[in-house]
């Protein structure tokens, strides 16, 4: 039997990285919002450190819907195209349930990678039947908007950029940000640390 809720003004489907971002400004401006989630809440049980059970059973997804919806892949159109390894995820937070806590900016090369390698390397380095293209729009109309969903989400880092001034413990080349992140570094550990020392050597 069907039932009748109470009208809302913004339905979201799917409560992952976007729709679970767009929810706040949304409600912070007096909207009404429902968010739809195909999956439930995820406990700290869920990520317990258990090699077994997350190795052997394709954590936490084996439980999940999404094991039979991960992206199909193929080289070529006259090949069968076969599930990736990229993994799906139903539940509150959607695939940032698995991300690996990394949230990195596109730099501003990225946005004009047809342009900017024929003006450095020539027009001969674009294949003719490439299909790389130019965004529409560059990085500086997506900075303000990368900066909203890094506080919204509590990005944590070392700015490299901030209104032309490069600091060199930062990522020296991204694009210029308007502000430092919103929370500190994470400490070093010494398996970073041995890392940077090889690299560095």
Partial sequence: MHKNLPKTDVVIIGMGAAGGVAALPLTNAGLKVIGIEAGGWLSPRDFAPDELRNGARN???????????????????????????HPMMNAVGGTTMHYWAQSWRLNPWDFNVVSATRERYGVNRIPTDSTVEDWPFGYEELEPYYEKVEYAVGISGQAGNVHGRINSAGNIFEGERQSEYPMRPLRASPFTDLMSEALNA
Avoid: L, N, Y
């Fill in 59 to 85: 954590w936490p997804q084996a439980v999940q819907k999404a094991a039979t919806e991960a992206p199909t892949v193929r080289a070529t159109s006259d090949q069968k195209a076969v599930q990736g390894g």
